[in-house]
């Protein structure tokens, strides 16, 4: 059984940074993409960051510039660095396994850990 567990969110300033963790278990880690969720209160989840298993990387326009995932096989973990933060980051961000290791067909997630970007 695949598990997720996020950790490093918190409460911030606008323009200040965090770093989230992932730490994945129960599959074969390097072979499947993964990515970042997040959902705002009253919003849809939305899939802000991807990487593949070969380390490509995509964001979705708003954070571009501002968010940067990473991930590291040996240690089976992914990581979603935070800059530059808005108060409309403000949301639960998950961490997300796809099926696949080019991505798409994401079939598993985390608990959530919550960013506030508030002053």
């Known amino acids: 059984q695949v598990q997720l567990v996020e950790s490093g969110g918190g409460s911030v300033q606008p323009g200040g940074s965090l770093r989230l963790s992932c730490a994945a278990s129960?599959?074969?880690?390097?072979?499947?993409?993964m990515g970042w969720l997040r959902q705002a209160p009253g919003k849809q989840r939305e899939l802000v960051a991807t990487?593949?298993?070969?380390?490509?990387?995509a964001y979705v326009e708003s954070v571009k510039g501002r968010f940067t995932i990473s991930r590291d096989n040996a240690k089976n973990m992914v990581y979603l660095q935070l800059n530059s933060l808005k108060p409309e980051d403000t949301a639960v961000y998950y961490c997300?396994?796809?099926?696949?290791?080019?991505?798409?067909?994401?079939?598993?997630w985390g608990q959530g850990t919550q960013v506030t970007v508030s002053s």
């Open positions: 990487i593949t298993s070969d380390g490509s990387t």
């Open positions: 129960g599959s074969i880690f390097s072979t499947n993409a």
């Open positions: 997300t396994r796809s099926k696949y290791g080019s991505g798409g067909h994401y079939d598993y």
